[in-house]
């Protein structure tokens, strides 16, 4: 099962007698343990009624003796095992399995569990092995549950809610832009729910006063490195330095930046330059050139800095084979890496 359908166990009272928690997203599992210990535990009663066993130290009896102690006033006790590391074939550092360790006889207990006990194992160290023959009893009267990253109007929802909490507004169009910005399904990426949390409250505190959220916001905290890195590869390409420059972009990409977005940043860069050329081609000042490219102090003397590598007829056809390499990925020409790859080589070798 997904987190959604246990999110309706618990919101319905209809809790399955056992689970298994894992999965990728940390941020799901410590937050349906917290709304399990709301809907089912009485706080005055917690230590009572909702144990905790580090995997580590545990063994049957002791998962046994906290399972078999009845609930005190309350209808339900809950008990957490936390990285037992028996759920899959492959041993934990300290070599226990179920066929030879005193879990063996775990599977068949669980499926005896009064209905008042709900056990639930925690397994962020290691996955879930749903053939294994102990898993197979476990979902007879219980679940394991696949904590996977959120999708889709979910996802959406999460972030709308917690810049909420943060006393702020955003609308759809922005959200969409934050979890592309975040590299949240970037390839090569560890990122999860507690980073865009991160991220959030850094845009939060960056807009102060201001309640609703907009696209320069976010620029301003989630673009901070990816634009440094752009400029620097903008200088390996002014410099003709193809192998620096190819070997940038494979950091970027290794870092998990999506390749769509890194290309977005290159057009973005290529493209102020040459207004800032156009505009002081037109006898336009350093002030009245801000004004028109509508962005930060920072960038602006970057721009400004950097322009001055490039003619204005090098990022005109710079901005020719972006287009190209944007239009080859769109239309599935080609794979976006190579395409990208490609345009850095094109745009490094046209400046010789």
Do not use: W
Not at 259 to 265: A, S
Request: hydrophobic content about 35%; proline content about 1%.
């Amino acid at each position: 099962m997904n987190y959604e359908e246990l999110m309706t166990d618990i919101k319905s009272r209809k809790l399955k007698r056992s689970y298994i928690f894992y999965g990728e997203e940390e941020y799901l599992m410590d937050y349906s343990l917290k709304l399990l210990k709301k809907e089912f535990v009485d706080k005055d009663l917690e230590s009572l009624n909702y144990v905790v066993i580090e995997g580590k130290e545990a063994d049957f009896d002791m998962i046994f003796n906290a399972c078999e102690t009845l609930p005190f006033m309350s209808e339900k006790k809950i008990v957490v095992v936390k990285d037992l590391n028996i759920f899959s074939r492959k041993k934990s550092d300290e070599g226990r399995t179920v066929k030879n360790s005193s879990f063996a006889e775990l599977g068949d207990y669980i499926q005896s569990l009064d209905n008042y006990v709900c056990l639930i194992f925690i397994e962020k160290q290691s996955g879930v092995d749903n053939s294994l023959t102990l898993v197979k009893k476990i979902k007879k009267v219980g679940d394991s549950v696949n904590f996977s990253r959120l999708k889709g109007k979910i996802l959406n929802d999460f972030v709308k809610k917690v810049f909420e909490e943060y006393g702020k507004v955003i609308d759809l169009s922005n959200i969409r832009y934050f979890i592309d910005s975040s590299s949240y399904f970037g390839m090569n990426t560890d990122k999860n729910l507690y980073d865009l949390k991160n991220e959030i409250g850094k845009i939060s505190e960056y807009a102060g006063n201001k309640k609703k959220i907009l696209k320069e916001d976010i620029d301003v905290i989630m673009s901070r490195t990816l634009e440094n890195n752009i400029f620097k590869l903008l200088d390996n390409i002014a410099q003709k330095n193809t192998d620096d420059s190819l070997r940038l972009l494979n950091e970027m990409y290794l870092a998990g930046e999506p390749i769509l977005r890194i290309l977005y940043m290159i057009i973005r860069q290529i493209r102020f330059m040459l207004m800032y050329k156009l505009s002081k081609k037109m006898g336009y000042d350093n002030k009245k050139t801000l004004e028109k490219l509508n962005i930060k102090e920072r960038e602006f003397e970057n721009i400004r800095k950097k322009s001055e590598n490039f003619s204005e007829e090098q990022l005109k056809k710079a901005l020719n084979f972006c287009a190209d390499g944007d239009r080859n990925i769109k239309t599935g020409i080609m794979e976006e890496k190579l395409a990208l790859e490609m345009l850095v080589v094109q745009l490094c070798v046209y400046n010789q």
